[in-house]
């Protein structure tokens, strides 16, 4: 069993940078596949980066690449999303996502298992 706990949202200005953590609680955290999902109002969930367990690897949405980094520390049980030159689309309630010892489907919400409550992330222009 894992908890995760999201901070670090709040508002900035288009081209601002923040960076989210999620704090995992539970054992064997460096075991789990960890991401970072967002939703928009009226839309659907979706992919945003994914870092695996095994070897650090990433991965990131196409409209993300290049502005955003995902890192994780495992002696913190931590994963981060260091988000750079915000843009307004980036708007949303920004989720962490935990999947035990999985490095396929990655991009896919329902491969994750533990949700985090979400921290919302709001871009003025």
């Known amino acids: 069993q894992v908890q995760l706990v999201e901070s670090g949202g709040g508002l900035v200005q288009a081209g601002g940078s923040l960076r989210l953590s999620c704090a995992a609680s539970g054992r064997a955290f460096s075991r789990y596949s960890m991401a970072w999902f967002r939703q928009a109002p009226g839309k659907e969930r979706e992919f945003v980066a994914t870092?695996?367990?095994?070897?650090?690897?990433?991965d990131y949405a196409d409209s993300v690449k290049g502005r955003f980094t995902i890192s994780r520390d495992n002696a913190k049980n931590t994963v981060y999303l260091q988000m750079n030159n915000l843009k307004p689309d980036d708007m949303a309630v920004y989720y962490c996502?935990?999947?035990?010892?999985?490095?396929?489907?990655?991009?896919?919400?329902?491969?994750?298992?533990?949700w985090g409550q979400g921290t919302q992330v709001t871009v003025s222009s």
């Open positions: 996502a935990a999947a035990f010892f999985t490095v396929a489907g990655l991009l896919m919400p329902q491969t994750y298992t533990y």
């Open positions: 870092i695996r367990w095994t070897g650090g690897s990433t």
